[in-house]
T-cell receptor, first 113, second 109 residues
Framework: GAGVSQTPSNKVTEKGKYVELRCDPISGHTALYWYRQSLGQGPEFLIYFQGTGAADDSGLPNDRFFAVRPEGSVSTLKIQRTERGDSAVYLC???????????FGPGTRLLVL | RKEVEQDPGPFNVPEGATVAFNCTYSNSASQSFFWYRQDCRKEPKLLMSVYSSGNEDGRFTAQLNRASQYISLLIRDSKLSDSATYLCVVRRNNNDMRFGAGTRLTVKP
């Protein structure tokens, strides 16, 4: 079956611009996670959704970052006033529920110039 | 200090070798433990969960020592296809996973 998909696969933007990154989880998975991975590092937790609600957003680095999942399926990570330090791979993962195995998407490579 | 620490490597080993990776974690409240594999420019994929009693999956053996807060992964009879970065992961509660920076393995002919 289809895995987690993310779009775009690559995004180049200029400092100060707004970007949206999309995640389409595995069908039926209620848990959805966003991570950020910088070069040479492991994924860093950003936010977790259970259904439509953000159950844990403690990993969001600041208020420029926001994520939504309005219908409990597709999620969008939104970054305002991008900075060069936001450049990273943004990974999305989904799972059958809280505590279940997380399956990762291929990621979106964001480059802020 | 990072919550999950790994030797970054790289480990360069010949085919057929046995190689071991170590990982330590700082939060004693950690509940679940995993090894993920990540190929270059690809997403992480679950390799195996790690249980207190130790567990084996083919050529891969994982061990957990809760008292020492230490996790290990042993790969026997290394294959070229084992070349990847191995990520140590701990989960404190049911949703918060913390990843190590990864250990890079290259298996050479």
């Amino acid at each position: 079956g289809a895995g987690v998909s993310q779009t775009p696969s690559n995004k180049v933007t200029e400092k100060g611009k707004y970007v949206e990154l999309r995640c389409d989880p595995i069908s039926g998975h209620t848990a959805l996670y966003w991570y950020r991975q910088s070069l040479g590092q492991g994924p860093e937790f950003l936010i977790y959704f259970q259904g439509t609600g953000a159950a844990d957003d403690s990993g969001l680095p600041n208020d420029r970052f926001f994520a939504v999942r309005p219908e409990g399926s597709v999620s969008t990570l939104k970054i305002q006033r991008t900075e060069r330090g936001d450049s990273a791979v943004y990974l999305c993962a989904s799972g059958r529920g809280q505590g279940e195995t997380q399956y990762f998407g291929p990621g979106t490579r964001l480059l802020v110039l | 200090r990072k919550e999950v620490e790994q030797d970054p490597g790289p480990f360069n080993v010949p085919e057929g070798a046995t190689v071991a990776f170590n990982c330590t974690y700082s939060n004693s409240a950690s509940q679940s433990f995993f090894w993920y594999r990540q190929d270059c420019r690809k997403e992480p994929k679950l390799l195996m969960s790690v249980y207190s009693s130790g567990n084996e999956d083919g050529r891969f053996t994982a061990q957990l020592n809760r008292a020492s807060q230490y996790i290990s992964l042993l790969i026997r009879d290394s294959k070229l296809s084992d070349s990847a970065t191995y990520l140590c992961v701990v989960r404190r509660n049911n949703n918060d996973m913390r990843f190590g920076a990864g250990t890079r393995l290259t298996v050479k002919p």
